[in-house]
Structure formats: C-alpha cells, structure tokens
C-alpha cells in the first residue's frame, strides 16, 4: 500500500497546487503548536520563579523549611511546607470520598447493572463531571458546611478543610468512576465467565478475579484523582479559607497551593515583584507535583494494558 | 491464564459448600454497598441542583421590601441577564458577565477550531509513525492533565505581559484555547478515526491524491464529530473560573466590553464574586448566576449529544 501511495504521489506532484501546501504546513504547525506550549509552560514557570529565589528576603532553604507562609506581611516569610502539607491534606479527603465511592459505583456498572440503568447512571456521572467547580465551591460553603459539617461537628469554622475535601472529592467522584470502569471493562470476558462457571457468585468475582484483574487500571484512576485533588483551585479558594500556619486541624481552615496562587494573584502583584514572582514558584510547584502524578498514572495504565492484548 | 493468586482465592472462597446461606447474606449486604454509593453519588447532585434552584428562583421571582417603599424588582430572568452589576443584591444583574461570556467563546471558537481540527487532521492522517509524533501525543495527554490555574500563570505572563495585550478579554479567550486545545485535538482524533478506512481507500482508488481524500471525503464526513468535541471543549471553558483570575476578570467591571482589549468579567467569576459577599441576598443573586450557567452548560451539551446522535445515524 506504501508502494502504491508513493508511485501516486510522484505521478500527481506536478499538480500539487499552492493551497494545498499551506494547509499541510498549517495543521503540521498546529500538531507543533502542542510542544511549543508545554515549553512554554515550563520555561515562564522556570524563569519567574527563578527571579523568586534571587530575591534576597527569599531563600531556597527558608522557601522548604519556614512554617509560614505570609508574603504580603511586613517581615514576609516563604514558608511552602504550610501550602504543601494543607493541599496533601484535603486531597487526601478527598480521596477517602472518591476512592471507595467512585469505585464501587464502577464496580456496580459494569458487573450488576442493567444496560437500561447503566444508560441512566453513566449520563448522571457525567453531567456531575461537567459541573463548574464554582458551583462545588458555592455547594460547599453554602450547603455542604452548614447542613452536614456544622450540624455533626459543632463548633467549626465557615471555612474549614473538611467541607473543601468532600467537596473535591465529590467532584472527582466521575474521574475514578469512569476510568475504573473503564478498566473493569477491559478484562476480557472469559475471566468474568469462567469464574461465574466454577460457581463463584457475583460478589467474589468481582472482589476476586475482576478487582485484582483490572487493579493497574483501577490504582491509575486513583493517581489521576489524586492529581486533580491537587490542581483543583475554585472549590478550596471558596470553602476552604486560608490559614497561612501549619495545622492539621481538619475543622480549621486551611491554605492550599492553589488558593494562594488566586489570593496572591488578587493582591497588587506588578510585574517583577517578589509576590508577582511567588506565583510562578508557586506555580512550577504544584506543576511538579502533577506532572510527576499524571506520569505515574498513565505508566501504571500503559503496564496494564499490555497484560491482555 | 490466570495468576496463582486468583486461583488460590477461588478454592478457598468459593468451592466450599455448606456456606450459601452465609453468602447470601454476604452477596445481598455487597450489592447493598454498591446501590449506597451510586446513590451517594446521584443524591449529591440532585442536592446540588435543587439547592441552587431553590435559592436561585426566589431572586429570580420575588420582590423585596425594604420599609415602605417596594425596591425595583427584578423578578424577569430578562432583567437579570441584561441588567449592569449593583451594590444591592437585588438590583444586581450579570449582564455584563454574559456578554464577557459570548466575547470568550466568540473568540474560543475562532482559535480553537481551525488549530484543533488542523492538529488532529495531521495526527490523524498524515503524520509519520515517529517518534517525533509519539512524543506530540505524550505532550498532549501531559497537557490535558495540567491544573487550570498553571494556565493562567502561562496566560499572564505570555499574553497579558509577551504579548501586550493586558488584562483583556482577548487575553482570557486565549488562556483558554489553550487550556481546552489538547482535548479538542484528542474529540476530533476520535471523529476521524471513526471514519470507515473503505471512504479513504475508495477515494484513492478513484486517482484523488492523500490531500483530495482527505480534505473531500474524510473530514467532511468526521465534521459532525468534531464540532461535537468542539461544543464539549467550549463547555468545559465557560465554567472555567481560575484561569480567568489573573486576566484581571475579578476586578469590579460594570460595562460591557465592546473590543476585543476591553476589560471584562464572566459569569463564574462573577458568581465568584457574589459569594465572597456576606449578606444572606447575595447568596440568592450567586445562585441566579449559577442556574444561568448551569443552563448555558445543558443547552450545549445537549447539542452535542443531539449532533452526535445525528451523525451516528448518518454513517
């Protein structure tokens, strides 16, 4: 066939008109265009947040073991544990909320429902997954804090990390359901079917042979949901709050990576101050951190795959 | 075959008899488990839906009283959507939010479209099996799993700095094409590699050159699904908030951007807005916003399900 397409390309050359030529050299650029921004992500990143560190009030050391984080004080202090630790901990909230929820709903679409059911149920997931995070925020603070959190826990504060992880987790729900899912599908049927046939019942072919069958794809959902807990900005800006010390107080209010990016951002930041700078460092920090997560993922869901094709 | 581990699970569990009553308790309690988490999940948004249309229809319908004098109501869904923003709750429109909205998927639409399609037609169709391309689609996949908010940095410091086009609404339409560009490529790969390869080989077989088959008879019959991609990537830009953030959208905006180097707002940012304020009206006026971006949202995506069904039909 490569023959064929090359002997046809030679003959048809000489008509081979001008137009055609930039449009291939258009969608090529286009196809290009896909690098040129992931280099451009990294190097903005990399140069304002190099300018960060040569700030004499900032120092390398002090921006990884400083425990607070206050850069519009008088006496700023750099601290990005304070950040770091609060963004682990309502991602990891919000993960003890998606993980068992988004995986048991996987396990009930593809291994009990209906196909009727599964038509209502996989649409829902998704209108969930298009919900603005605006909206999970307001959710959040406007429903999630006073009718659950307050009610249960009294005594805790309008923001507070605890409505913030639920919520992220909430909205991760459909990532880990989906590719879970769509991983639990992948397992060729003969598993399913043998199982069924040596007479286990549903429950422990699933537990047992389809769990374990489909765990690479499953634990990839698991990164993958666990790095949008971390990217997620709205919902933790909106609910929850900024408590620029370490704590690890789930009902006290917490201060994220993400929803100080926003707040430094709302500040007077000109160009080419230390704060207009701290962004970028800030930036290029949660960048590692995801990129390093999405990595992983998609590692563990490339190894599965190659187990069963 | 199947691994040790799941053989030794199966013997011990499941071929020793003499437990089935035990089971069933067990199966029944498991498939229980599972209706409580889709439902959990169901009920969330349900919750959701009804909370924001509850608040949200009274700022939409009722009139407010403050003392003798009955306050202008705003109780038309009209007004409010074409009604400036106000320092009372109840006079407050989104107006110009909307329009910044339009403005942002005007110009979405226009970069988006010919870039993504134009990307996906050469990953698709002409591009060598390289490692050149392997590593276009490894930047692509890494792309679309970048937080919004990095867009936004980049944004800031390429088109409102590099570029000099300042806190703008072209700015903000950029951010995000950008933002929505790796999954508008990856819905229009899809809708071309659903096109049947006989439609490609038949046009070759006719004498039309790769180019004729491919800009004639592939993509054409692959438009449907890619304006079906299209419509999903402009949905998930219009409820983008914090990209939008460093693009100036949060400063207090009252006019309607008329070019494309205005200032301007949009709708979630100025949800946004109506959250931060205390008072218990504001509460109504954000959920306003979000029921009128909750229903932008349905409307396209009804669309695109309504394209898609179409064009299923078609091929």
Known sequence: ??????????????????????????????????????????????????NF???????????????????????????????????????????????PLGLFSAIYLSEFATKRTRKVIKPVLEVLAGVPTVVFGYFALNWITPNIIQRFIPGTGVFNALSAG???????????????????????????????????????????????????????????????????????TIAGGQYPELNLDPRSAMYTI???????????????????????????????????????????????????? | MLPESIEKNMSSETLITGKKAENAIKESLFLFTLYICVTIAILTLMTLIYDVLSTGTTRL???????????????NPIDFLTTLDSRYPDRAGIGPAFAGTVWLMIIVITVTFPFGTGAAIYLQEFAPKNKITRFIEL??????????VIYGLLGLAVFVRLAGFGRSVLSGGLTLTLLILPVVIVASREALKAVPDTIRQGALALGATKFQAVFRQVVPSAIPGMVTGMVLGLSRAIGETAPLIFM????????????????????????????????????????AGIILLLGLLLIMNSLAIFIRNRYEKDL
């Open chain 1, 1 to 50: 066939m490569d023959n064929v397409n090359n002997l046809r390309d030679q003959l048809t050359k000489t008509i081979t008109r001008p137009i055609e030529k930039i449009v291939k050299f258009f969608i090529t650029a286009s196809a290009f265009a896909a690098i040129l921004i992931s280099i451009s992500i990294i190097f903005t990143l990399l140069t304002e947040a190099i």
């Open chain 2, 61 to 75: 319908t009722s009139d407010y009283e403050v003392g003798l004098i009955t306050k202008i109501q705003i109780d």
């Open chain 1, 258 to 309: 993400t929803s100080s990016i926003v707040n430094v951002s709302l500040g007077d930041t000109p160009h080419g101050t230390t704060a207009y700078n701290a962004l970028f460092a800030l930036g290029i920090t949660l960048f590692i951190m995801t990129f390093i997560l999405n990595i992983g993922s998609d590692y563990v869901a490339r190894k599965y795959r190659k187990e069963y094709e």
């Open chain 1, 166 to 236: 639920i919520a992220v987790g909430i909205m991760i729900i459909p990532t880990v359901a989906s590719i879970s899912d769509d991983a639990l599908n992948a397992v060729p049927n003969s598993l399913r079917n043998g199982s069924l046939a040596l007479g286990a019942t549903r429950r422990i072919t699933s537990l047992k042979i389809m769990f374990p069958a489909a765990l690479s794809g499953i634990i990839a959902s698991f990164i993958l949901g666990f790095s949008r807990a971390i990217g997620e900005t709205m919902i933790v």
């Open chain 2, 248 to 287: 100036g959208a949060l400063t207090y905006v009252n006019y309607f951007p008329d070019t494309p180097l205005s200032g301007f707002t949009a709708i979630p940012i100025q949800v946004y807005n109506w959250i931060g304020y205390p008072q218990a009206e504001w509460k109504e006026t954000a959920s």
């Open chain 2, 139 to 148: 930047n692509l996949t890494n792309l679309a799993g970048v937080p919004s």
């Open chain 1, 53 to 99: 560190f040569q700030d004499p009030a900032v120092t390398f050391k002090g921006y990884f073991t400083a425990t607070r984080w206050t850069p519009t004080f008088q006496n700023p202090e750099y601290g990005v544990i304070v950040l770091i630790s609060s963004t682990l901990y309502i991602a990891v909230i919000a993960c003890l909320i998606s993980f």
